[in-house]
């Protein structure tokens, strides 16, 4: 069974960084993009940021881009996302995922809550 698992969220104060990783279980032989979401309480799961394999191309949620940074292992089946300058409004569950096959994310990670508050 595949199975994604994050690590590295916690509480942070506001201005603060954390790393978040996630390391598949298995050797995808065939992904097209991995990324990260969150959902916030009483919101929708929401795009943070995705990487596309072939390229190297990135996408960022307009809301982190200048503070968050994406970047993937493909042969170490890991993703990684560096967040700097947190905000209250970052908090939330951050979950990977992996497409693979595919654009659409057909793999994902049980979530990794991030806090930021003082």
């Known amino acids: 069974q595949v199975q994604l698992v994050e690590s590295g969220g916690g509480l942070v104060q506001p201005g603060g960084s954390l790393m978040l990783s996630c390391v598949a279980s298995?050797?995808?032989?065939?992904?097209?993009?991995m990324g990260w979401y969150r959902q916030a309480p009483g919101k929708v799961r929401e795009l943070v940021a995705r990487?596309?394999?072939?390229?190297?191309?990135?996408i960022y949620a307009d809301s982190v881009k200048g503070r968050f940074t994406i970047s993937e292992e493909n042969a170490k089946n890991i993703s990684s996302l560096r967040m700097n300058n947190l905000k209250p409004e970052d908090t939330g569950v951050y979950y990977c995922?992996?497409?693979?096959?595919?654009?659409?994310?057909?793999?994902w990670g049980q979530g990794t809550q991030v806090t930021v508050s003082s």
């Open positions: 298995v050797r995808f032989f065939n992904i097209h993009q």
């Open positions: 990487i596309t394999t072939g390229d190297g191309t990135t």
């Open positions: 995922y992996v497409a693979s096959g595919g654009p659409l994310p057909n793999y």
